[in-house]
Every structure is written in C-alpha cells, then in structure tokens.
C-alpha cells in the first residue's frame, strides 16, 4: 500500500511540474494585487495604500487591515475573485500594506500595530476625506487586531467586519496546543522576528495532507484556465513570506492564546491602555468559516461583555478559501450588504 502510494504521488508530482513548467512562461508575470492602487501614506515598513474607484465614488471610506502573518494581496488575488475590486466600485477604499518587517522593528509590541499604526492610517484618511469616522474590515490576526482598535477608539469606527478573526482563544484548536508547547521564551532572548518561512512550514504541519490534497487537486483540474490561474496566483503569494517581528509575536503567543486577555478585557497596550470591549460602539459583521481550522468559528465570537451591535454570518468554507473560494463572492456581499445598511 505504502509503495502504491509512493508511486501515485511521484506521478502527481511529474505532473504538476510539467504543467507549471508550461505556464509559469504566461503567468510570471501576474501582479502581486490586481486593482490599481496608489501609496498615500509611509512609515517605515508600512504604507497606506488606496485603491482606485470610478469617479464620484462617495461614502464613509472603508479601511481594510490584513493579517500580520501573511502578504495583502490575497484579498485582491485576482479579478475574479478580488474583494477590494468590489469595494472599491462603491467606496473610497484603502488598505494598510504591513510590508516585511524585519529584525529592525523586533522591539515593537504588538499594540503598534493594532493601535499605533492603526490609528495614523485613519487620521491619514480622515484628512485626505474630510470625514470624522471610518468603516473598517480585518482579516484573521488582522480582524483581532481591528477588534482591539474598535476597543480603543471606539469613536473613530462606524462599521466593523471581522472576517475570520480570532478574539477568544480559549478554544483555538490546534493552534492553541501549538502556543502551549512553543518555546516562547527561548525564541524571545536569542530572535528578533519568527522568520516567514518558519511560520509557513508550521502551518504545513497543522494540514500535514495539505500538499497531497492540493497536488490531487492540480491534477484533477489543470486543464481548466481559470482553476491554473488562481492556482498560480496563490502559490506566488503561498511564496511570498512574512516574518513577524519578535515582541510582537511573543506578546501574540503570551497575552493572546496563552493568556487569552482580549476575550477577558484584561489586555493593555504598552502604553497602559486598556483594551477594553465594553468600550466599543461600531456596529458589527462577524464573518466565520465553518471548516476554519486556524479560527474555528468558536474563536471568533465576541467577548461576553462586548455590548456593540452584532449580525454573525457563517460560511461554510476554510479559512482561505472564505476570500479565493466559491463562497468567497458571498462573503463579499454580505460584507457589502453590512455596509450598505
């Protein structure tokens, strides 16, 4: 049996390396994020993008805040399956790109970027537009950390949409167990980042039949030209690594899935704010995955004491595939819905 195995992936491999050799010539060249854009704000590694919307394009500007861990651009992957193409048809929209940070910014806590450079981006927009609020959408570790900003400054947040955001990591699956037995301490006294490829081979080992999954899949539907051209662009951004700067993710290991002090309103900043949820107002959209593995549906509800307005829609789809997938354009709409409303 085992050999019978080895044999069929081999073949699956032969396969998929000959297709890509064929493509990659038309493909290589596919962008990093399909809608125009233009760079309206920069510190350091970060920088305000703005997407470009048809003339005349009104309403409360939309902020979106994509995770930490990975590239931006997998919400605007490709034409076909771009959020932020939709969003920014029917209002002015912007996104902060966290870039690639590297050993320089391994002292920043985590609270820079979730109140810090949140709160720049918005005053950015706020001058740019004249308007005294924002809605605002975070993806995965994004989403929390667009929660912890709603908590914060709570006046400056209109609409708020969490899209696949861990708040409660009491119950985190896996990743809570990986938390517990990760040598937190160690990485902090001898690293100044968790190197992007790391953190990619970590969740090779939470899905360990992921690469056969995906090869069988390749094989199954290589011959369809849009299936080739969303494989490709999302193994450019699979390829594409982050590294997370080393405070941070020390205080994202510790306070958040050991500790679990955002859920318990225990959280501060490190300036001694707390980030409290019974402070926020923004009406809320909590957008699950119903076969999320790195943010079970558990993990994305909101603290018990978090009093705002909430609607929760639950799609079933994973944790990726919520953006690129099949129910991707329905999570698209209902986000779009929330907003309009």
């Given at each position: 049996?085992?050999?019978?195995?080895?044999?069929?992936?081999?073949?699956?491999?032969?396969?998929?390396?000959?297709?890509?050799?064929?493509?990659?010539?038309?493909?290589?060249?596919?962008?990093?994020?399909?809608?125009?854009?233009?760079?309206?704000?920069?510190?350091?590694?970060?920088?305000?993008?703005?997407?470009?919307?048809?003339?005349?394009?009104?309403?409360?500007?939309?902020?979106?805040?994509?995770?930490?861990?990975?590239?931006?651009?997998?919400?605007?992957?490709?034409?076909?399956?771009?959020?932020?193409?939709?969003?920014?048809?029917?209002?002015?929209?912007?996104?902060?790109?966290?870039?690639?940070?590297?050993?320089?910014?391994?002292?920043?806590?985590?609270?820079?970027?979730?109140?810090?450079?949140?709160?720049?981006?918005?005053?950015?927009?706020?001058?740019?537009?004249?308007?005294?609020?924002?809605?605002?959408?975070?993806?995965?570790?994004?989403?929390?950390?667009?929660?912890?900003?709603?908590?914060?400054?709570?006046?400056?947040?209109?609409?708020?949409?969490?899209?696949?955001?861990?708040?409660?990591?009491?119950?985190?699956?896996?990743?809570?167990?990986?938390?517990?037995?990760?040598?937190?301490?160690?990485?902090?006294?001898?690293?100044?980042?968790?190197?992007?490829?790391?953190?990619?081979?970590?969740?090779?080992?939470?899905?360990?039949?992921?690469?056969?999954?995906?090869?069988?899949?390749?094989?199954?539907?290589?011959?369809?030209?849009s299936f080739m051209k969303l494989y490709n662009a999302m193994e450019r951004w699979i390829s594409?690594?982050?590294?997370?700067?080393?405070?941070?993710?020390?205080?994202?290991?510790?306070?958040?899935?050991?500790?679990?002090l955002l859920a318990q309103g225990q959280l501060t900043t490190a300036d001694g704010l707390p980030?409290?949820?019974?402070?926020?107002?923004?009406?809320?959209?909590?957008?699950?995955?119903?076969?999320?593995?790195?943010?079970?549906?558990?993990?994305?509800?909101?603290?018990?004491?978090?009093?705002?307005?909430?609607?929760?829609?639950?799609?079933?789809?994973?944790?990726?595939?919520?953006?690129?997938?099949?129910?991707?354009?329905?999570?698209?709409?209902?986000?779009?819905?929330?907003?309009?409303?």
């Amino acid at each position: 049996m085992i050999g019978n195995m080895d044999t069929l992936v081999q073949h699956l491999d032969a396969i998929t390396e000959n297709i890509m050799r064929k493509t990659a010539g038309a493909l290589d060249t596919y962008p990093r994020g399909v809608t125009p854009r233009e760079v309206v704000y920069n510190a350091g590694n970060i920088s305000l993008l703005r997407f470009e919307s048809p003339e005349g394009t009104e309403g409360t500007p939309l902020l979106i805040i994509p995770s930490l861990i990975n590239r931006w651009y997998i919400m605007d992957i490709t034409e076909e399956t771009s959020y932020i193409k939709e969003f920014a048809q029917k209002r002015p929209t912007y996104l902060i790109d966290w870039g690639y940070p590297d050993e320089e910014v391994g002292h920043l806590p985590l609270s820079h970027y979730y109140h810090r450079s949140i709160k720049r981006a918005v005053r950015q927009i706020c001058r740019q537009t004249g308007v005294s609020q924002v809605d605002m959408m975070g993806y995965c570790i994004g989403g929390t950390m667009a929660y912890a900003f709603s908590c914060l400054e709570p006046e400056l947040i209109d609409h708020l949409i969490l899209l696949t955001a861990p708040l409660d990591f009491s119950e985190a699956g896996v990743f809570a167990k990986y938390a517990d037995s990760f040598p937190i301490e160690e990485f902090s006294a001898s690293m100044n980042k968790m190197p992007g490829w790391l953190l990619a081979l970590s969740f090779q080992f939470v899905q360990p039949m992921g690469p056969y999954q995906k090869t069988k899949m390749f094989h199954d539907k290589f011959e369809s030209e849009s299936f080739m051209k969303l494989y490709n662009a999302m193994e450019r951004w699979i390829s594409d690594p982050v590294s997370f700067p080393g405070k941070a993710y020390y205080e994202l290991i510790t306070d958040l899935y050991q500790k679990n002090l955002l859920a318990q309103g225990q959280l501060t900043t490190a300036d001694g704010l707390p980030v409290n949820p019974a402070a926020r107002r923004a009406k809320t959209l909590v957008l699950n995955a119903g076969k999320d593995y790195i943010a079970p549906v558990i993990t994305t509800l909101l603290p018990a004491a978090d009093q705002a307005p909430v609607s929760e829609i639950t799609i079933p789809s994973g944790h990726i595939g919520i953006t690129t997938g099949k129910n991707g354009k329905t999570a698209c709409k209902n986000t779009i819905d929330f907003l309009m409303n």
